[in-house]
C-alpha cells in the first residue's frame, strides 16, 4: 500500500472524516447483521428446494402468506479455460505461434473495478463507534 500522508494533504479530501466516521458507524452496525444475512439465505434456498420438490417450474410462483413465491433458475457463466483450449488446438496440429496470436487477438478486457476500503491504521487507538 502506497501511503500518501494524511488527507490534510489532498484538498479534494476535506469532506473525507464525516464521510469515513458514516461509514465506520455503519460497518459495525452491519457486522451484527451477517448471522441474519446467512440465516435467510439459507431459508430461501430451503424454500427453492421445497417448491423444486413440488415441481414448480422456474419462473412460476405459489401463493403462501399474501406473498408470491417464485422459483428462479439462472444458467451458470461460461468461460474458456485458455490452457484447456491452448493444449486442444496445438494437439490439434495449429501451430502455437498461431494459438498465440489467435487468443491476443480476440480477448478483449472489461472497464476495472474501484472501490475504497476503510480499515484502522496500524497503532491506532480507535474509538467505538
Do not use: F
Not at 469532506?15 to 444475512?37: D, H, N, S
Not at 412460476?60 to 444458467?75: E, I, P, Q, W
Request: proline share 6%; net charge positive.
Amino acid at each position: 500500500m502506497a501511503d500518501t500522508g494524511t488527507y490534510t494533504h489532498h484538498p479534494a479530501l476535506a469532506e473525507l472524516p464525516p464521510l469515513v466516521r458514516r461509514q465506520r458507524t455503519l460497518e459495525a452496525k452491519l457486522v451484527g447483521l451477517a448471522p441474519l444475512v446467512e440465516d435467510e439465505k439459507v431459508t430461501r434456498h430451503q424454500i427453492d428446494a421445497l417448491l423444486v420438490l413440488a415441481g414448480i417450474v422456474p419462473g412460476n410462483a405459489v401463493t403462501c402468506n399474501g406473498y408470491d413465491v417464485m422459483h428462479h433458475l439462472r444458467a451458470g457463466s461460461h468461460r474458456l479455460n485458455q490452457a484447456v483450449l491452448i493444449a486442444q488446438l496445438i494437439a490439434g496440429g495449429v501451430d502455437r505461434g498461431v494459438v498465440d496470436a489467435a487468443i491476443a487477438a480476440s480477448t478483449e478486457t472489461g472497464d476495472p473495478s474501484t472501490w475504497a476500503s476503510v480499515k484502522p491504521s496500524k497503532g491506532s487507538r480507535i474509538r467505538r463507534p
